[in-house]
């Protein structure tokens, strides 16, 4: 992924970063964020990538020091650290311990809990009546079998901690039940607690995610995606386009305002939480709340199809700064990403040079290394070969090209 050079920022104000992340996934992010303040980065492993973008780096191990409040301190000290942030799903809940503990702006603990926790948010939507949703913790099989019954077939079966669609299923009767239950429960968990398994409701409907900004309890919608689904019953997101015309205003209107409000009623604050919206047939639900920006490039994605900078914006929510989103017109651009069609010997993706000349295509990638044995999901819940980016004026064009190039950039390789 091409980074942009390291630009002096725009405030003296600085951030504490908790996590870094890839540099493929939240390097385009780092270096806006470090554009629109001064970072200083606290991580469990030294910075290599990251350097450019940082002015100081303290590192420690989680098994000799799980909350390192005082690498963290000798930050602070040292450069005046005004607010604590993260992008990265694993470390939401420590960013806001270690915001909480330095007495430093950052998101609040209970709602760092609610956004790591699905169940959490299930009781909270419904309590407050923003999106009621059938949804029932389960430890085992026998549970979960009840719960299914009382529910109602077809049920959504999910991990309890997890986001982005990894270890869903869709159980449309009883015998399916089991497989799609250690599905879930086996999934990776990247380290993270998940007490047990969600049943839920299955809702039908167009769903999209969305991107808020909140700060000083001010919230407020600044991009938002349409998204591609795939490999039902295991469903999960393939993709997304962002800009002109992603989202027709009117048709998701009221999806937009319930994502805000359900930001606000989780207490989010002084970051970017991304939720996944569903339009069913009974109005608009809210699936899941994640405590940080989107993530699958789509910093990358957001900045080609609007020109706003997730970076800017996530570094403004978290230092209390005014909201500064002016979405460019006539503008969108989307992501696919490529999986084999079953397991196979990744020999790379097809060359398609007339594709590849193509003014339109931003960037092609690989994930594999080359000899390295592919499958996709639910063998691999993370089974992607590759990438490809396309811009556009408009969203139908950018998703006609995306059309274009999923069909051509093949994965090559003999079958195994």
Not at 235 to 254: Q, R, S
Not at 331 to 359: D, H, M, N, S
Request: aromatic content about 6%.
């Amino acid at each position: 992924m091409k980074l942009p050079p390291s630009e002096p920022p725009a405030t003296s104000s600085t951030l504490l970063l908790v996590g870094s992340g890839s540099r493929l996934r939240q390097g385009h992010l780092l270096s806006h964020l470090a554009a629109a303040a001064d970072v200083v980065l606290l991580d469990t492993v030294a910075p290599t990538w990251q350097k450019p973008w940082l002015k100081d780096a303290e590192a420690y191990d989680p098994r000799e020091t799980p909350f390192p409040v005082e690498q963290a301190r000798r930050l602070c000290r040292d450069h005046d650290v005004r607010a604590v942030v993260t992008y990265n799903e694993s470390e939401i809940l420590l960013a806001a311990e270690l915001a909480a503990t330095l007495g430093l702006p950052g998101l609040p603990v209970e709602a760092a809990r609610i956004s790591r926790d699905k169940h959490r948010q299930r009781e909270l939507l419904d309590r407050t009546g923003l999106s009621p949703t059938a949804s029932v913790p389960v430890h085992d099989v026998h549970e979960g079998l009840r719960a299914a019954a009382d529910i109602g077939y077809p049920v959504v079966v999910k991990p309890r901690g997890l986001s982005g669609s990894l270890g869903v299923g869709v159980v449309a009767d009883p015998a399916d039940f089991t497989r799609f239950f250690e599905l879930a429960a086996g999934v990776d968990k990247m380290g993270l607690a998940s007490d047990g398994v969600l049943v839920e409701e299955y809702v039908t409907g167009t769903e999209f995610w969305v991107d808020v900004w909140s700060s000083g309890g001010t919230a407020e919608v600044v991009y938002c995606a349409r998204k591609y689904m795939a490999r039902d019953p295991y469903p999960i997101d393939t993709g997304h386009i962002m800009g002109e015309g992603a989202l027709p205003a009117a048709e998701y209107a009221a999806g937009l305002a319930l994502a805000r409000d359900a930001v606000l009623a989780a207490g989010i604050d002084r970051t970017i939480a991304n939720l996944d919206v569903v339009l069913s047939p009974r109005g608009p639900r809210v699936m899941e709340i994640n405590g940080r920006p989107a993530g699958d490039l789509a910093s990358v994605i957001a900045h080609l199809g609007t020109g706003l900078s997730i970076g800017g914006l996530l570094a403004d929510a978290a230092l209390g700064r005014p909201l500064r989103a002016e979405p460019a017109p006539d503008r969108a651009a989307g992501v696919k990403f490529l999986y084999p069609a079953r397991r196979q010997r990744f020999e790379g993706l097809a060359e398609a040079p007339e594709l590849r000349a193509q003014p339109w295509l931003h960037e092609v990638g690989e994930l594999p290394e080359r000899g390295a044995v592919v499958e996709p999901p639910p063998e691999d819940c993370f089974g992607r070969a590759g990438w490809v980016i396309a811009e556009g004026t408009h969203a139908d064009q950018v998703h006609e090209r995306l059309t274009e190039a999923e069909r051509a950039l093949t994965v090559q390789g003999p079958y195994v």
